[in-house]
C-alpha cells in the first residue's frame, strides 16, 4: 500500500477552490468585455449588463479569498538557493530529465513565481477595477485615470490568465499533483521526487 | 437612440464590415459662436424633442444651467467671461454636446456590439437597449461628453436627433435657434457657409477667426466658427488638438488581439507538450 504525505488541509483545499472558482467566473465574464470575439460569454451571465454588474463583485471574492490563501502559504514562497540551482535546469524540468535536481522544499521556484505573479496581479486587478466600477465607484476618479486603469486591468487580467494556465497545466503534466488540492494527500513517492527537503521534513527520513 | 439604419459605416465591437451598400451624404451642425446669444431655446428644444427633463437646478452666480451633461441633458450652454485683450471683455458662448467624430473613440473603446453605431451620413448614434453600462465610452471620448444614467446605467449623449435626418427632418436644436446660429446640411455645404462667417469675421477685427473641426479625430460633424480659432481652450476648454488618448487606441488597438492569440498559443503549448515530452510520472517502488 502507497503511503500519503498530507500537504494541504480541508480549510486550504476549500480556501484554493474558492479562489479557483471565482477566477473562472471573473475570468469568463472578464474576457467577455476584452475582445469581441468572447463577448458570447456574457451569455453564460445572463447577458451583457448583468455581466458587468457581477464580474466585479466576482473579482472582490476571489481577492479576498485570494489573500486569505497567500497568507497561508506566504512562508513557502520565499526563494532559497536550491531555486536558482533548480531554474538552472528548467530546461530539463521540462523535458522530464529530472535526475540530479536540487533537494526544495514544499514548492518549486516556477510555482513560487506563479505565487508572486498572482501577489502582484490580483491586487492590481482589484484596484484597477475599483476605479472603473460603474455604477459604485467610477464617478469618483477622473477620466485620464480610467484610461490608465483598463490598461491596467487587461494586463494584469492577460498576465494573471497566463500564469493560470501554466499553473493548470502543471497539475496535468506531474502526475499525482492534482489529488493533493482534491483529496490533500500526495503518495510519498511523489513528495521524495518532486520536493524532497519538504519530505524529509514531513517524514523526518 | 435607436434608429436602425442599413447606413451604418460602424459599429462597436464589430470586427467585420457592417452593412454598408448605401452611401449618403455626410451631414454637419455648424454652431457660429459668434452669433449665438446664449438664450438657450437650443437646449429647450433638445428635451423636447427627445423628451427629457433634467432636475431644475439651483442658481450658482453662473448662467449655466443645468451645469453640465447628464442622460437628461445632452446639450448645455457654456458660458465663459474672457478677456482676450486688455480691458475688451468678451462673453463667449459654446453650446457644448457630442462631436459626431469622424473617428469616434467612444465606439472604438465600447465592449458591446451594436451599443454604439456610426451612420454613413457621419451621427454617432448610442442604442442603450445594447449598452452595458460599463462606462469605457467615457475613456474613449475626447470631449468628455457621454453620461451614464444613474438610473439605468446606460451612457447617453446627444444623438444629432438621428431620428429627425433619418426622415429629412433638421435636428431640433437647429430648427428652434432664433440667430441663424446653428445651421445643419451636408458637411461640404457647412464648410462652405463657414468660410463665409469667418471670412466676414475677419473683415470684422476677428484675425484669428477659423473652423474648428478637429483633424485629430477625423474631423467632426458638429463644428464650430470660433472668433479666436487659435485659441479654441477660451471657449469653456474646448481642445486645442483633441484625439482619442494612445491609452485607448493602445488597449483597443493590436494589444487584445495579441494578447488573446497569446492565451490561445499557452494552452496550445500545453498540449503539444503533453503530447510530445508527456506526463512526469513517478515510480511508486523509487528508493534514494
Known amino acids: ?205 | 437612440m435607436a434608429l436602425q439604419s442599413l447606413d451604418i459605416k460602424a459599429r462597436s465591437a464589430t470586427t467585420t464590415q457592417p452593412p454598408s451598400a448605401r452611401n449618403p451624404v455626410h451631414v454637419a451642425k455648424l454652431i457660429d459662436i459668434s452669433k449665438c446669444i446664449g438664450c438657450k431655446a437650443c437646449q429647450a428644444a433638445c428635451m423636447e424633442w427627445n423628451d427629457l427633463r433634467d432636475e431644475v437646478g439651483t442658481n450658482v452666480g453662473i448662467y449655466d444651467n443645468p451645469r453640465d451633461l447628464s442622460d437628461q441633458s445632452w446639450t448645455v450652454m457654456r458660458f465663459s467671461e474672457v478677456e482676450v485683450e486688455q480691458g475688451r471683455l468678451e462673453w463667449l458662448i459654446r453650446k457644448d454636446g457630442c462631436m459626431h467624430c469622424e473617428d469616434p473613440g467612444c465606439l472604438k473603446a465600447c465592449p458591446s456590439p451594436g451599443a454604439i453605431v456610426q451612420y454613413a451620413n457621419g451621427i454617432v448614434d448610442f442604442h442603450e437597449e445594447h449598452c452595458i453600462g460599463c462606462g469605457y465610452c467615457l475613456t474613449g471620448c475626447p470631449f468628455n461628453i457621454p453620461r451614464i444614467s444613474k438610473k439605468d446605467s446606460k451612457a447617453y449623449k446627444c444623438t444629432l436627433c438621428s431620428d429627425r435626418v433619418a426622415v429629412g427632418l433638421e435636428p431640433a436644436c437647429i430648427k428652434t435657434c432664433p440667430t441663424g446660429a446653428l445651421v445643419f446640411g451636408s458637411k461640404e455645404d457647412m464648410i462652405h457657409h463657414a468660410e463665409g462667417r469667418i471670412a466676414d469675421l475677419k473683415e470684422r477685427g476677428y484675425a484669428k477667426a477659423a473652423l474648428y473641426n478637429p483633424q485629430g479625430v477625423g474631423g467632426t460633424h458638429v463644428m464650430y466658427v470660433l472668433q479666436h480659432g487659435d485659441q479654441p481652450e477660451l471657449y469653456a476648454n474646448l481642445p486645442k488638438d483633441p484625439s482619442i488618448s494612445p491609452l485607448v487606441s493602445l488597449w483597443k488597438g493590436v494589444t487584445k488581439p495579441l494578447m488573446s492569440l497569446g492565451i490561445g498559443l499557452a494552452v496550445f503549448a500545453g498540449l503539444f507538450h503533453y503530447v510530445t515530452a508527456g506526463p512526469k510520472e513517478v515510480e511508486e517502488e523509487e528508493t534514494d
Open chain 1, 1 to 205: 500500500m502507497r503511503t500519503m504525505i498530507q500537504r494541504y488541509t480541508a480549510r486550504e483545499r476549500s480556501n484554493h477552490w474558492v479562489v479557483a472558482i471565482a477566477f473562472i467566473l471573473a475570468g469568463l465574464s472578464g474576457l467577455a468585455l476584452f475582445h469581441p470575439a468572447f463577448f458570447f460569454l456574457t451569455s453564460l451571465f445572463g447577458g451583457g449588463p448583468w455581466d458587468r454588474i457581477l464580474h466585479p463583485f466576482i473579482g472582490v471574492v476571489m481577492f479576498l479569498s485570494f489573500i486569505a490563501m497567500a497568507a497561508r502559504f506566504w512562508r513557502f514562497n520565499r526563494f532559497t538557493p536550491a531555486d536558482r540551482q533548480w531554474m538552472k535546469r528548467i530546461g530539463d524540468v521540462i523535458c522530464n530529465r529530472d535526475q540530479g535536481l536540487p533537494e526544495l522544499g514544499k514548492y518549486n521556484a516556477g510555482q513560487k513565481y506563479l505565487f508572486w505573479t498572482m501577489v502582484m496581479s490580483i491586487p492590481a486587478l482589484l484596484l484597477s477595477g475599483i476605479v472603473i466600477w460603474q455604477p459604485w465607484f467610477a464617478h469618483y476618479f477622473p477620466i485620464w485615470l480610467l484610461r490608465v486603469a483598463v490598461i491596467i486591468h487587461a494586463l494584469a487580467a492577460w498576465i494573471m490568465i497566463l500564469g493560470i494556465i501554466v499553473h493548470v497545466y502543471a497539475a496535468i503534466w506531474v502526475k499525482g499533483t492534482v489529488r493533493a488540492m482534491t483529496r490533500g494527500t500526495v503518495s510519498e513517492a511523489w513528495a521524495k521526487h518532486h520536493h524532497r527537503a519538504w519530505y524529509r521534513e514531513m517524514t523526518g527520513k
